[in-house]
């Protein structure tokens, strides 16, 4: 089939290329013209394992090219996939659906045969029906340019797994004419058999948010959990693995530590917050205003936990932070909280050293005042506090004993309760963790 993925960014990307491999052809459009040279080049412009494979290889198939012009979309596809960013707009809780507008308002005037544009972003609950009349009117071939709602449930550092083997798909679909046309698309991804739930566009768009609320509750109702256990001499990680073996529960996204950030999870529960008030039922999830509440407390605790460990004030003192992107096997700084917690620090007058394996540049063009070290023993040499707040491999595996000679003050917080406390302790380490005991 002959499709396009409008907008290029780790969604857009990521679709576009494994369409193009699963044997589709595609054509990629976005609007920033580095990123589509980068692109037809085989590179890709972010950090995703097993992508640059994928891109390399549907390039070479001859089935995929990227483009800046509406022109070339139009006139090479059928299918159109919406796949452009809606982040939390500036000063308020609401998505920003300035994005979504102008594709929409730029592709609709090119639809002169029978089209279908269906939307992966991340919207709200009504934005499909207001763009399918939008293109009903604006389009020259009427209501022959139809639209569905398909969200994406990918997570950065799966992407390419999570497209090609979801755990689901959803259609949200107005006519059995596009119901069709999805299932026709995603031939290659349903052999092996994944649940396809076709329902109406509005169920689609909820289908996300909630799935993402969902997600998010879970990690900071074990952040609570830390909270309480931090109080009452308990151990948050062996909570989270005794509650988790009930399978009513699960034992996934139920780990502790600094919270969740990301392009997704934080703006995506605000977001909904005022698409609920907007439809007059804010009751219904005023609950989301603690989850971030909570989330973002956890953030303030290793601050106050930091400035304990250098003995109250942050003045002459270095920290050293291991991890700079909001989760490992990604370079995506968006909302991160180790750059949060970093930035909070060295605004407090501490001196920051910053260490990730992957997100040092994206990092330093959100905070250039922040010191970035190229590798962990440099982060760490002659530093008071050292911070564990991104749970990259690297960090996990490093011996601390190659560690403790070189900082002024053998004191490790670690924010994602991962390191080896035992290992830590046995080379010389005072070793603290959210929601765990100290001794
Ligand atoms: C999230 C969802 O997991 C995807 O299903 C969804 O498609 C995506 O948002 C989206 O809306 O596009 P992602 O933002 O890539 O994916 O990252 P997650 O793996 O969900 O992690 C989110 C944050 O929660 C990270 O900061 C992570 O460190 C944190 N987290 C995760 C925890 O603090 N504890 C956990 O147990 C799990």
Known sequence: ??????????????????????GHEVIGIDVDPTKVAKLNAGEVPFYEPGLDEVLARALASGRLSFTTSWDDVANFADIHFLCVGTPQKLGSYAADLQYVDSAIAALAPLLTRPALVIGKSTVPAGTAQRLAE?????????????????????????????TVRPDRLVYGVSDDESAALLAQVYAPVTVHGMPVIVTNPATAELVKVAANSFLA???????????ICEVAGGDVAVLADAIGHDTRIGRRFLNAGVGFGGGCLPKDIRAFQARVGELGVSHAIDFLDDIDAINLRRRQKVVDLALAAVGG?????????????????????????ALDIAASISNAGAHVRVYDPKAMANAALRFPKLEYAPTIEIAVAGSDVVLHLTEWQEFRSVDPATLTPLVRNAHVI????????????????TYEALGRPTA
């Open 1 to 22: 089939m002959k499709i396009s993925v409008i907008g290029c960014g780790y969604l857009g990307a990521t679709h576009a290329a494994c369409m193009a491999d699963l």
């Open 134 to 162: 939008y293109l009903e009117h604006h389009a020259p071939v009427g209501a022959q340019a139809r639209l569905a709602w398909n969200p994406e449930f990918l997570r950065e550092g799966f992407a390419v797994e999570d």
């Open 217 to 227: 509750t879970k990690i900071s109702f074990i952040n609570a959990m830390a909270e």
């Open 313 to 337: 004030t942050f003045a002459e003192k270095t920290i050293a932070v291991l991890g700079a992107a909001f989760k490992p096997d990604s370079d995506d700084v968006r909302d991160s909280p």
């Open 414 to 429: 670690d924010g994602r309760l991962c390191l080896d406390a035992t290992a830590w302790r046995a080379a010389g380490w």
